[in-house]
């Protein structure tokens, strides 16, 4: 192991504890007063933090895909699983669904995002974009080529992942469907014996 440099030779290295306490006691005292003083105003605003401004929601809300649907709902399931509207972001479940999308509008909701409620400024550039846009939809008569693609994409999409979500619930109906009929049979000549045979043992 090295040595502490400050172990060798006569040079003095006590002058960092010669300081004046008692200009140092003073000099903490005042800071800590200006501290308190301070601390009543900042303490209630906090920090300031930098959030993004708002931005559009890039997915669809799903409000209807548990409707009409039979659910069994215990107190001690988890809360995704409660009745009414799970926001996974703020873990909180909304009764229905206009106080849903109030939640997910709201404040708190953004805020967990990471957004203020601000919006950003849009440039020159981006409102005459916007006007572009819009110019050429009322020229083909509400939407573009383009908007024409993307719905029928989207449908698509949205088709397929019905399709795969029937698929499961079949294959788990099966499923359940097997395990009932793996119960132990009964065996045909008790049965007959007992006079529930079925139509076939009724000719012996
Ligand atoms: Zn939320």
């Not at 203020?116 to 409102?127: F, G, I, K």
């Not at 029928?152 to 395990?179: A, D, F, G, H, S």
């Amino acid at each position: 192991m090295a040595q502490p440099s400050n172990s060798g030779g006569g040079v003095d290295n006590t002058f960092r504890k010669k300081f004046d306490r008692e200009e140092y006691l003073q000099r903490a005292r005042a800071r800590e007063e200006k501290e308190a003083e301070a601390g009543k105003r900042t303490k209630s605003s906090g920090p300031p933090v930098q959030r993004k401004p708002l931005k559009h929601r890039d997915y669809e809300v799903d409000l209807e895909s548990r409707l009409g649907k039979t659910q069994v709902v215990t107190p001690i399931a988890p809360l995704s699983q409660q009745a009414g509207y799970y926001c996974s972001v703020c873990e909180c479940v909304v009764k229905d669904s206009a106080n849903y999308l109030d939640h997910i509008n709201g404040k708190k909701h953004q805020r967990a995002l990471g957004m203020s409620m601000r919006s950003e400024r849009a440039t020159l550039e981006q409102v005459k974009d916007r006007f572009e846009v819009l110019k050429k939809r009322k020229d083909t008569g509400g939407f573009t080529e383009q908007d024409f693609d993307e719905r029928i994409l989207k449908q698509q999409q949205e088709e397929e992942e019905r399709k795969r979500q029937r698929r499961e619930k079949k294959k788990e109906k099966k499923k359940e469907k097997t395990v009932v009929e793996e119960e132990p049979e009964i065996d045909p000549d008790v049965a007959a014996l007992m006079g529930f045979g079925g139509f076939g043992s009724s000719k012996k």
